[in-house]
């Protein structure tokens, strides 16, 4: 068995930044970088709101540049999972993989959230190409263009009224007759000109030579009065929700109706002593690469004051 001070889940923007610190701070932290080194970031192309990257960054380089200086200061970075917990007593116990057993004073989890995407072979084929899951991050890309939103609740309403400031169109495509959102977001959606709801539509599929150009819908699927359309897009966002990683740590902490672990009074904390949480895995509401640094750096503060009063 083997025994380390402080355990990182994750290695997005929160599980860099935390090791990023508590390396810093003398506590030899073992991050166990997941499926995805870098996380959700690494499936986009251009970052231009985080600061210090005056002419933007491509996602993955970004992820990279974090790596190496975690690992500058003396981080342990391991390819490889996190499968099973016991958060039962102190030291925590955890296994990856490959069956190794780690007790652990103090763990970070800093798995991220996953975006919910419709299963279109599409989706993969023109991601970081007109495909996007986050419009706050890639919206800027397309200010007098036209795009799709596909969701009727309200991440979906907010995602329209976000990129109809910038965008020349936005579509919504609804798979219902109606919006499930909130009535004051379906009001500030029907109120705002350059948005078209095109209720009881489903996408088939996405077509374009370079990137995304348009997508093929059919509308009232199913029905005797069925009828496929085609419309003239440059941006496809989801914004049908996102699944915390968090199944493994459900049995031992608390989570929210969807699965976001829950921090006491807005810090990184949980109900279990030594145990914090970072990034989208707690975040149901920013989401972003800076909001996920600040939690990292949050938690790993919290984890070397922690073994101070150990």
Known sequence: MEHVRCLIIGSGPAGYTAAIYASRANLSPV????????????????????PGYPQGVDGNQMMMDLR???ERFGTDLRDGCITKVDFSQ???????????????D?????????????????ERKYNGQGVSACATCDGFFYRKKTVAVVGGGDTACEDALYL??????VYMIVRKPFLR??????????ERENIEILFEHNTLGLFGENGVEGAHLVKRKGEADEQQVDIQIDGFFLAIGHKPNTDIFREWLETDETGYLKKIDGTPRTKLPGIFVAGDCADPVYRQAISA????????????????EQ
Do not use: H
């Open 31 to 50: 991050e166990y970088c997941g499926l995805q080194p870098g996380g959700q970031l690494t499936q986009t192309t251009e970052v231009e709101n985080f």
């Open 68 to 70: 190496e200086q975690a």
């Open 90 to 104: 102190r030291p925590y116990k955890l296994w990856d993989e490959d069956g190794r057993e780690i007790e652990a």
């Open 106 to 122: 103090t763990v970070i989890i800093a798995t991220g959230a996953s975006a919910k995407y419709l299963g279109l072979d599409d």
């Open 164 to 169: 109809s400031g910038l965008a020349k169109k």
């Open 181 to 190: 959102a909130s009535k004051v977001m379906q009001q500030r959606v029907m």
């Open 293 to 308: 640094a600040g939690t990292g750096c949050q938690a790993a503060i919290e984890a070397e004051r922690f073994l101070l």
